[in-house]
């Protein structure tokens, strides 16, 4: 059996989730990964917990404890600073960091729901701060149910920005991005998202069929295996040689610094001195051009796709008739050979028949002939038999006959001698 391959992984809980839960959750994963007949894997998983406290949602258990990363609550407002910021991630990032510096021998992080934005923004932060030798040994990232946005955008609202708007980066990594078909939570189009921080070189998409959460069937599993096998196999990528400070980027949130959206002047607007209000509505101006233009967008994408869609579905349709027309042919010609064969088959039996009715009158004309031979023969025996009786009677007579002139011609004989010899 083959030796089984290093695998150690940081694992990254979702929202209002702990490291108890998270740990059960992927309990099905780890014991499937270390399997020697199906992953194979020396597989060591450790796990950081968040430490933010954070309430249920309305749905939920509201004495359910549950920690996050990254919350709206913890966007928090600066009346002097109109900036965004990631208030919560400082705490977050300090947290995690003390597990890496334990534990730098990491070769994949894993993370789940917002854990997954929170592991994808940590990344990007360790390179910009250039602290890759955290990361060392990382080789890739699995990122399921990822969220890629809302991302904060300044201190008074929070909107749906993509990382693209906020920065032109790539971070390069192997990176396995999962989705649920059926997510009622994370929209696939926001994991899709998170997907744009990273290089698409050895990028992998997978949308298995159930809802929110990391599937553990036979098939997903299967892609999971193969993607560490894949990721552990390349010797060539270094997270460090190929991930350097994002010098030229507009990305930035060091602890105390800010998220900026492209598009607005800050400088300008510390110059005039302009009051929170009129920041507020020139962001919003901002932010809305920025949406109209992302809307547009989505509308082309959309009506393009409903036409491709249709046309698509006018070609399956023409097909499918064309298919169902030929499939139909194929019957109608199978129905009319089956009976043709039949006929001949039925045409063939009779043929059969009356050759074997041929062959028993044969045999009984022989049989026939054969007992007129036998009895011909057996009447030839009987007169042979009953001439042989006449001549073996005519024989007996005349046998008899003979022993009578002999005995009496022996009496006479006798009878003279004795007068003979009385008269002397």
Request: glycine fraction near 4%; hydrophobic fraction near 30%; charge should be negative.
């Amino acid at each position: 059996m083959a030796e089984k391959q290093k695998l150690k992984i940081l694992a990254i809980h979702g929202y209002m989730q702990t490291v108890e839960v998270f740990k059960d959750r992927l309990s099905a994963f780890e014991k499937y990964l270390k399997s020697p007949k199906k992953g194979n894997f020396n597989v060591e998983i450790v796990y950081a917990q968040a430490p933010h406290k954070v309430q249920p949602f309305e749905n939920q258990d509201q004495n359910q404890e549950g920690f996050g990363w990254l919350t709206i609550k913890n966007w928090e407002k600066d009346s002097q600073n109109p900036e965004a910021e990631f208030v919560g991630f400082k705490e977050s990032f300090d947290s995690v960091k003390k597990v890496l510096e334990q534990n730098q021998d990491i070769d994949v992080i894993l993370g789940f729901s917002q854990g997954a934005q929170f592991a994808a923004l940590m990344v990007a932060h360790i390179i910009e701060s250039e602290q890759q030798n955290l990361l060392k040994n990382l080789k890739g990232i699995f990122l399921a149910s990822g969220v890629g946005s809302p991302m904060a955008g300044n201190l008074y609202f929070v909107k749906k920005y993509s990382y693209s708007q906020i920065s032109d980066v790539k971070i390069k990594l192997h990176q396995f991005h999962c989705m649920g078909k059926q997510d009622e939570i994370i929209a696939n189009w926001r994991s899709e998202k998170l997907m744009e921080m990273f290089d698409s070189k050895n990028q992998t998409k997978y949308v298995h069929e159930g809802k929110h959460f990391i599937p553990t069937k036979k098939a997903d599993m299967e892609k999971f295996r193969d993607f560490f096998r894949n990721t552990l196999k390349d010797q060539q990528s270094s997270f460090v040689q190929d991930n350097q400070k994002f010098s030229d980027s507009e990305f930035d949130f060091e602890y105390d610094e800010n998220l900026y959206i492209k598009g607005y002047n800050y400088e300008q607007q510390q110059n005039n001195q302009e009051t929170d209000e009129e920041v507020f509505i020139k962001q919003e101006k901002v932010i809305e051009q920025l949406e109209m233009e992302e809307k547009k967008n989505e509308l082309e994408i959309i009506e393009k796709t409903e036409k491709e869609s249709d046309k698509q579905e006018q070609n399956e349709q023409i097909t499918s008739k064309k298919e169902g027309q030929l499939e139909e042919q194929k019957i109608q010609q199978s129905d009319c050979q089956q009976q043709n064969g039949k006929q001949e088959e039925k045409q063939q039996y009779q043929k059969e028949q009356e050759q074997q009715q041929k062959e028993q009158e044969q045999l009984q004309k022989e049989q026939q002939d054969l007992q007129i031979q036998q009895d011909q023969v057996q009447q030839k025996q009987q007169e042979q038999l009953e001439e042989q009786e006449n001549f073996d009677f005519s024989k007996l007579n005349l046998l008899q006959k003979s022993k009578y002139i002999t005995g009496s011609i022996v009496l006479g004989a006798i009878g003279g001698l004795l007068c003979w010899k009385l008269k002397k």
